[in-house]
T-cell receptor, first 113, second 114 residues
């Protein structure tokens, strides 16, 4: 009954190439989506977000794409850097209630120098 | 500014013992969340406080888990008695007032129950 799913537990990419992290959700009420980045021994930190009224949001090397019909979002990192190596969590929120976040299980990205 | 502070950072205890995890949210934030991270389920919300009042504790796995927030600057998560399956990383997060989604996480407490 995981409402937010990240089906790839890990991803390895060469430095300079594009990293694409994927996330699927099941609740059509979700209207806001976030990506968090987590380094070892640290808490997750906010990276980028997107509202359901948009299909793309860009911040420097990071772009999030949202496909509402497919209930799918992705995070693109271009170009990938070794410092991007971390666990990335996808999260979603519904307009009802208290804007609580539902997290996926995370994808471990390794950028190879 | 100090972020969310959690203590201890690591806790190793024997099955059956009581465990207390502590959290100090960011000053001025009025919402506080406790999460548990496991490989299988990722980050699971255990309980959520708003203005020190527990709003949603549906994620608390069993009666062995309890949480309190006696004031705006302190919260505890207690497990009594602890079991090996409680081994996980426990995160506290806080959020400022208003219609905002972004939560600010502490560094977590890694709990190992043997």
């Amino acid at each position: 009954d995981q409402q937010v799913k990240q089906n790839s537990p890990s991803l390895s990419v060469q430095e300079g190439r594009i990293s694409i992290l994927n996330c699927d959700y099941t609740n059509s009420m979700f209207d806001y989506f976030l990506w968090y980045k987590k380094y070892p021994a640290e808490g997750p930190t906010f990276l980028i977000s997107i509202s359901s009224i948009k299909d793309k949001n860009e911040d420097g090397r990071f772009t999030v794409f949202l496909n509402k019909s497919a209930k799918h979002l992705s995070l693109h990192i271009v170009p990938s850097q070794p410092g991007d190596s971390a666990v990335y969590f996808c999260a979603a929120s519904a307009p009802t209630g208290a804007n609580n976040l539902f997290f996926g299980t995370g994808t471990r990205l390794t950028v190879i120098p | 500014d100090a972020g969310v502070i959690q203590s201890p950072r690591h806790e190793v205890t024997e099955m059956g013992q009581e465990v207390t995890l502590r959290c100090k949210p960011i000053s001025g934030h009025n919402s506080l969340f406790w999460y548990r991270q496991t490989m299988m389920r990722g980050l699971e919300l255990l309980i959520y406080f708003n203005n020190n009042v527990p709003i949603d504790d549906s994620g608390m796995p069993e009666d062995r888990f309890s949480a309190k927030m006696p004031n705006a600057s302190f919260s505890t998560l207690k497990i009594q008695p602890s079991e090996p399956r409680d081994s996980a990383v426990y995160f506290c997060a806080s959020r400022p007032e208003g219609r905002t989604y972004e939560q600010y996480f502490g560094p977590g407490t890694r709990l190992t129950v043997t």
